[in-house]
């Protein structure tokens, strides 16, 4: 006869939750230690034994969890586009359905906007660190590269998506259309409205879409 288990299988998953829900406790931690001290130290004076200890975790188990210190600073970056714990695709994030489903041009354009004063207030800070450590790192040159290509590509995709809807306005390119927006929604640009200017978030949103409006639809 098939020997039965003594383990009750109740008690096996609720092992298994709380095995899971400590492993994201550490990980939660891990990662706002991380950007904490990132934001506070900058890239090439935080250790990794220093994110472990502000995390309260052993160094094996902050590699385990993250990897080297340069893939734990691009998940930070991931996770500050995608505003989700997890790298999230662009195409799978809320704000891109809204925007795809959005029939009115200048509708998808408020979206976007507003998108972009929820999402550089965790980014800027984030690339500023990037842009200072990049030119020592090749890592974090090949990152920073591969971040700008990706919004450029981003982009493309976004004037693609108003062009369709017969508004795009006649005599600019789409090419230079997305690049329109590609200088505009840039941390960089967030920044001096935000930070240095003291703009504040919606007043700064509410100027994109205007701008936006402004120079890429037919009136």
């Known amino acids: 006869m098939p020997r039965r ?4 299988p109740d008690k096996r998953k609720y092992d298994s939750t709380i095995r899971a829900q400590s492993a994201e406790a550490t990980r939660q931690a ?3 230690s991380a950007r904490r001290l990132f934001l506070e130290k900058g890239y090439a004076a935080t250790t990794m034994p220093s994110i472990a200890q502000a995390a309260g975790t052993a160094l094996d188990t902050v590699y385990a969890t993250v ?3 340069p893939a734990l600073f ?3 970056i991931e996770m500050a586009i995608s505003g989700a714990d997890r790298t999230v695709p662009a195409e799978q ?13 200048a509708r998808k354009i408020h ?3 507003d998108a972009m004063r929820v999402i550089q207030p965790r980014l800027a800070p984030l690339v500023r660190v990037l842009q200072g450590a990049a030119p020592l790192d090749p890592e974090l040159k090949k990152l920073w590269a591969s971040i700008a290509q990706r919004r450029a590509d981003n982009m493309r995709s976004f004037i693609q998506d108003l062009a369709a809807t017969g508004r795009l306005r006649s005599g600019i390119s789409k ?3 997305a690049d329109v927006v590609w200088s505009m929604n840039s941390p960089e640009f967030y920044s001096l409205l935000v ?3 003291r703009w504040p978030l919606e007043e700064y949103a509410e100027w994109l879409r205007d701008a936006w409006v402004r120079l890429l639809l037919e009136p």
């Open 5 to 8: 288990s003594n383990r009750n």
């Open 30 to 32: 891990i990662v706002d």
């Open 67 to 69: 990897g080297k210190k």
């Open 74 to 76: 691009r998940l930070l």
């Open 93 to 105: 994030r809320d704000y891109v359905h809204a925007i795809r489903a959005e029939p009115d041009a």
């Open 111 to 113: 979206i976007y906007a």
């Open 175 to 177: 090419s230079k259309a």
């Open 195 to 197: 930070e240095q200017r």
